[in-house]
């Protein structure tokens, strides 16, 4: 399929439980984001990623791992899940910023729930 | 701090009539402002941008007004229509950067 899919669309774990979620653009785009949407706090960046093997924090990475071997997927890893994790999850890129700007492209999201 | 604020968590508009999403932000580096609207369980999608040397950008129906001196933005949907109802998040970058600072979104409901 072309564009940006993450799976799965829904997981329920458990406190304390590794959970990995999963992005994959067809685009070729250089950058790749994830952020969580929370209530009252519309939506966080939690890492992002401007090239295949670069990686940065956003403004809410601790909990949180990433990687990017390959340019087209952007794994996101919940080292030990805990509650205050559920939340719903975007995955998006973006190519590098020409003149006329910067538009990111998202993908459905994942509602991840931690018990 | 938040630096992309909108203040207004909900709307509620008429069919027909214009619906107005402010957005207020205080870094002053950010040259760049795009809207995005967001359907339950879907994505955000990308609505309409404005950069900072302008002051309007009219797409369709959708109108993005800047006011530099007074850090905000505004949409306008004019005329607004049941299907515009959705959630939309306003944010900035800064400095020619790929990085979005999105505020906390306002949900727009049109009534028939």
């Known amino acids: 399929d072309a564009g940006i899919t993450q799976s799965p669309r829904y997981k329920i774990t458990e406190t304390g439980r590794q959970v990995t979620l999963m992005c994959h653009q067809t685009?070729?785009?250089?950058?790749m984001f994830w952020y969580r949407q929370d209530l009252g706090h519309g939506l966080r960046l939690i890492y992002y990623?401007?090239?295949?093997?670069?990686?940065d924090k956003g403004e809410v990475p601790d909990g949180y791992v990433v990687s990017r071997s390959k340019t087209e997927n952007f794994p996101l890893t919940l080292e030990s899940a805990t509650r205050s994790q559920t939340s719903v999850y975007f995955c998006?890129?973006?190519?590098?910023?020409?003149?006329?700007?910067?538009?990111?492209?998202f993908g459905p999201g994942t509602r991840l729930t931690v018990l | 701090d938040q630096q992309v604020k909108q203040n207004s968590p909900s709307l509620s508009v008429q069919e027909g009539r214009i619906s107005i999403l402010n957005c207020d932000y205080t870094?002053?580096?950010?040259?760049?402002f795009l809207w995005y609207k967001k359907y339950p369980a879907e994505g955000p999608t990308f609505l309409i941008s404005?950069?900072?040397?302008?002051d309007k950008n009219e797409d369709g129906r959708f109108t993005v007004f800047l006011n530099k001196s007074a850090k905000h933005l505004s949409l306008h949907i004019v005329p607004s229509q049941p299907g515009d109802s959705a959630v939309y998040f306003c944010?900035?970058?800064?400095?020619?950067?790929?990085?979005?600072?999105f505020g906390g979104g306002t949900r727009l409901m049109v009534k028939p």
């Open positions: 998006a890129s973006s190519e590098i910023r020409l003149a006329g700007g910067n538009e990111q492209f």
């Open positions: 685009w070729s785009h250089s950058y």
């Open positions: 990623s401007a090239a295949a093997d670069i990686t």
């Open positions: 870094n002053s580096m950010f040259d760049y």
């Open positions: 404005i950069s900072s040397i302008k």
């Open positions: 944010a900035a970058s800064a400095n020619a950067g790929n990085m979005l600072t």
